[in-house]
């Protein structure tokens, strides 16, 4: 009766071993590879742009409105209580 416990008890930890050194490295290459499609998806993988030889992509910058600067004082006060625990 015992040894069959001690033969279930090894055979379940072996399992467990064996799961951790085939599947984890398999998860960790599975996750890359999904961050790489998503970042790809975002935009931050590799953007081909064709551009001519020289040529210089300048995007528009809207101009800033100085009167609205100029006219700008702070913004408002806004009073408030200290809470004591």
Not at 23 to 50: D, H, I, N, S, W
Request: charged share 30%; with cysteine; proline share 4%.
């Amino acid at each position: 009766m015992i040894s069959k416990v001690i033969t279930f008890l090894l055979i379940v930890y072996l399992c467990y071993r064996m799961f951790r050194f085939f599947f984890r490295p398999l998860l960790a290459f599975l996750a890359k590879r999904a961050f790489k499609k998503a970042a790809e998806r975002q935009g931050y993988g590799r953007r081909q742009t064709r551009q001519q030889d020289g040529g210089i992509r300048i995007e528009h910058i809207p101009p800033k409105d100085k009167q609205q600067q100029a006219d700008f004082k702070g913004g408002e006060y806004v009073d408030y209580e200290e809470v004591d625990k």
